[in-house]
């Protein structure tokens, strides 16, 4: 038995409304018609499972009957005569009936494991980093591998992907820094989770990776180059934000010089030296940044070397064009 998905669910009713709809108000409209029952769904929010479809349907289905457009998204079709004909198709077979030989095959078919992305998380540290240093006024990032942890059962809720600290080097002389004593009391320290994509399906559990293994900081971000544009999840992460405190980061991997902070962290007045002790007991790569950054304090001078490069422009161009043709 041929199963009614979501998508042939927003095609029924576009075609029905003959107008451009977003996921809520496709649900909406489904439910009035009763075409929710035909969906094999026992999820809690099947409007929000709807959106998602929609928007991996349209990105990475080059057969798709569907178009996108506008902000927030709102969805219609391209040939009403095309998907009136799929949706006949479907629901025949929903009905028992065999299609004829020219009728259309299964609405808009994708493979429920998509490949979505050509890199993989850790590829797109290069641009967080340069971000970091650029639009946070010179943060130095430095990557945390979680695999060189001595306990990798709870590696994900305790480590963060980047650290990162910033220290006023060229805006301080000298004198000023030696009568702060270490300097640590003018360092700021950033931690930084990183996925390539925040939607409603990830959204709760990476926001809070980004709570628990970013407390010990001065200032905690969750960064991702794919986050869903819908007004719905945009504004659960303002409230997220806004409630404890993590900014939120959108890399642009096409155009870097577009990312943005969209939330901004609320800044800590001092860091939790018992959840950095943590941290640095756990890992080298921690310990190592925290060596790298007394030295650095000491000297009053920063020594790149120690940490993640930041790459020119033109590098990461290169590392975007390599997968645009993949």
């Avoid at 576009?14 to 075409?35: F, H, N, S, Y």
Wanted: hydrophobic content about 40%; overall charge negative; glycine content about 6%.
């Amino acid at each position: 038995m041929a199963k009614y998905t979501f998508l042939n669910l927003a095609e029924e009713v576009l075609v029905t409304q003959g107008k451009a709809m977003t996921p809520q108000e496709i649900w909406d409209a489904a439910k009035v018609a009763g075409l929710d029952k035909k969906v094999a769904s026992k999820g809690q929010t099947p409007w929000a499972s709807l959106h998602s479809r929609l928007i991996v349907d349209v990105r990475d289905n080059q057969a798709t009957r569907l178009i996108r457009e506008g902000k927030p998204a709102k969805f219609s079709v391209k040939d009403p005569i095309a998907s009136k004909a799929a949706i006949e198709v479907v629901n025949s077979v929903m009905n028992g009936m065999q299609p004829t030989e020219s009728d259309e095959p299964e609405l808009n078919a994708v493979p429920e494991k998509v490949s979505k992305f050509p890199y993989k998380e850790r590829q797109i540290h290069p641009f967080l980093s340069r971000f970091a240093h650029y639009a946070l006024r010179g943060v130095y990032c430095k990557t945390i591998f979680h695999e060189t942890s001595s306990k990798k059962s709870y590696a994900e809720w305790l480590h963060p992907d980047m650290v990162g600290f910033w220290f006023p080097f060229e805006d301080y002389n000298k004198e000023l820094l030696a009568l702060s004593g270490n300097g640590m009391s003018i360092a700021r320290f950033f931690s930084f989770e990183l996925k390539r994509e925040i939607t409603f399906g990830n959204l709760r559990e990476s926001f809070f990776q980004a709570v628990s293994n970013s407390s010990w900081a001065h200032e905690g971000y969750l960064a991702a180059p794919n986050i869903d544009d819908s007004e719905e999840l945009r504004d659960e992460l303002a409230r997220l934000s806004g409630s404890f405190g993590i900014g939120v980061v959108e890399l642009d991997l096409a155009d870097p010089q577009k990312s943005q902070v969209l939330f901004p962290a609320k800044v800590k007045d001092a860091i939790d030296w018992d959840g950095a002790n943590k941290l640095a007991k756990e890992n080298p790569d921690f310990r190592k940044f925290l060596t790298d950054v007394r030295i650095d304090i000491s000297n009053a001078i920063a020594h790149p070397s120690a940490f993640d490069p930041v790459p020119s422009l033109e590098d990461l161009g290169k590392l975007w064009a390599g997968w645009s043709s993949s």
